[in-house]
């Protein structure tokens, strides 16, 4: 009959210790980490959140776009707001719709129906006390079905210890579990829906750390084992693909983050062998290009969950003005597959850390293989790069036996600098901006890509002795202007750190500290091995700065 609320700021472990979560009683529960969206990070804001009564407690991912309104007018109602998070007016707002509602159902859902914006909700209350009420529009959620138990997480990889079926929720879906089942409506529908129970293949194993201290160090290593599943797997799923391409008015291809840097990538491959593509950022492809995208275009949407929002929210837009949608995801069943007309499911299993890095070697060897597949459908002499390509696996085991301890000796270095850039020319150039992007987002340090051939345009009036330069040198068309560029930044004192093949001694002579890649990756390849280095260096630099 009453809800036991324990939550703080700081690691799980530690507020075990002090908040013993393992000594609560009961067989209902929610929780959730938060990422600072809304409000400093404090004890109070710190889900999960309550209404005034203290019997509705809700968890939720996403942004409440109108929360600010919903707030103002739950005030003049009389209600009490303890935090600054967008989260507090949902439970607020069905116990203000619990006034005039029968039911806790109803209330629930006229409450997510005044809701703008993006959301998973889990839900508990102690008025029925055998639920976990849930919702989702435009955040992912997804729901276990154990042995008479039943899970409503976030992601797969949360209950895969207990079970691989799963039903994935689509927008609007709202519902609860009990003990007696799932129960599942739809707000666009307005009646009772059925979701297919898929088994996932993953392996409990899969989200387990597997001997390593986090997750990412594992995912890192698990690279050369996910890009040969992938290669596996994308050479069975490419059916149609060659002639949709051919018959594009114009193809983009569309993402978000580090799936935005493997779509870049994929631009530039596109590009080597004749075929024209833009890579756009998710968030910019209705001002970019969205009035212009019609039913002889191609978008091809790159996401690891299946479920980035404004990645979907993009595809949904070109899709109503009747473009052809290809998706290459890591999820069977998320969202972006369902909107597609053709899916290519990857092969990299569960990604637990929130810095991707082997869907980012998956996503690359699958724009790879496509254009591969493209260019000799057309007469394109591709050499070995087929066979290149599924060999990659054991290059990348070699990059990663032989530069672990190097990347460990940099982050001593590394540990203490404020800023970085990382530069690199065609090919070269998303894999640089990849790096700075992992260097920023784990171990919070300012990290910048460029290409080379630009940073003599402004960014080279802030290189003093000592600030780090990450080249990523390609023995390509492009080697002889990133030489330039080094010596740019090494006649101001920058300390030189370059990602190279192991015979090119010329930049390596150029360089402070060098890592080596193989022979024969300064073409469409390039990534697959060459990221691998600035992946350990932004880890261990994390770790030596005390981060999680």
């Known amino acids: 009959g009453s809800i036991d609320l324990r939550k703080d700021v700081g690691k799980i472990d530690e507020l075990e210790k002090r908040l013993k979560f393992s000594e609560m009683v009961g067989y209902i529960g929610i929780g959730h980490t938060r990422w600072a969206t809304h409000g400093a990070v404090t004890r109070w804001n710190a889900h999960p959140h309550i209404d005034c009564s203290g019997k509705i407690v809700v968890v939720h991912n996403g942004i409440i776009e109108n929360y600010v309104d919903l707030k103002r007018d739950l005030e003049r109602k009389g209600h009490k707001f303890r935090t600054q998070t967008d ?109 297919d129970i898929m088994t996932v293949e993953w392996t409990k194993e899969m989200a387990e750390k597997g ?14 084992e996910s890009v040969r599943r992938t290669i596996i797997m994308a050479e069975k799923q490419m059916a149609d693909m060659v002639s949709m391409l051919d018959d594009a008015e114009d193809i983009y291809i569309v993402a978000a983050g580090t799936s935005y840097y493997a779509s870049l990538h994929g631009q530039y491959a596109f590009a080597k062998y004749g075929l024209k593509s833009r890579a756009i950022v998710s968030s910019e492809f209705l001002e970019e ?25 993009a595809l949904r837009h070109a899709k109503n003005r009747g473009a052809k949608i290809i998706a290459i995801t890591n999820v069977i069943g998320s969202a ?52 290149k390509l599924r060999n990659a696996p054991e290059d990348m085991s070699l990059v990663l036996k032989d530069n672990e301890d190097k990347a460990k000796k940099l982050a001593e270095e590394m540990y203490v600098k404020t800023n970085a850039y990382y530069l690199g020319r065609g090919l070269g150039l998303p894999t640089a901006l990849e790096g700075a992007l992992k260097m920023k987002e784990i171990a919070y340090i300012h990290a910048e890509g460029y290409p080379a051939g630009e940073s003599k345009h402004g960014p080279i009036a802030l290189v003093e002795p000592g600030f780090p330069i990450f080249a990523v ?32 001694t010329h930049t390596q002579n150029m360089s402070d500290f060098s890592f080596f890649v193989p022979g024969g990756y300064s073409n469409i390849l390039a990534p697959l091995v060459y990221v691998i280095p600035l992946q350990l260096v932004a880890y261990y630099t994390a770790v030596k700065r005390g981060y999680d």
């Open 336 to 387: 972006i597959t369902r909107i597609a007309d053709k899916s290519i499911i990857m092969g990299a299993g569960p990604e637990i850390g929130v810095a991707a890095t082997k869907t980012f070697t998956a996503q690359v060897a699958t724009l790879n293989y496509m254009i591969l597949k493209w260019a000799k459908a057309h007469g394109y002499d591709v050499g070995n790069l087929v066979e």
């Open 289 to 313: 290009v969205g009035t212009f995208v019609d039913k002889d275009d191609v978008i091809i949407g790159v996401s690891q969950s299946g479920e980035t929002a404004d990645t979907l929210k």
């Open 87 to 195: 989260t507090e007016v949902i439970p607020h707002l069905i116990e203000e719709h619990l006034k005039e509602k029968e039911t806790f159902l109803e209330a629930f859902e006229a409450a997510i129906r005044e809701l703008k914006g993006a959301y998973a909700l889990a839900i508990i209350t102690s008025l029925e006390p055998e639920r976990i009420y849930f919702a989702r529009f435009f955040s992912p959620l997804v729901i276990g079905i154990g042995d008479k138990e039943y899970f409503v997480a976030s992601d797969i990889p949360a209950f895969l210890e207990w079970t691989q079926r799963v039903i994935i929720l689509h927008d609007g879906d709202y519902g609860y579990v009990s003990q007696d089942g799932v129960f599942l409506k739809n707000l666009f529908v307005g009646d009772f829906v059925e979701r």
């Open 473 to 504: 040198v390609l023995k390509d068309e492009t080697y002889h202007r990133m030489q330039i560029a080094i010596e740019e930044m090494k006649s101001r004192g920058g300390y030189i750190v370059s990602v190279t093949e192991m015979d090119d």
């Open 211 to 224: 001997g390593f201290e986090h997750f990412m160090l594992k995912e890192i290593h698990e690279q050369p």
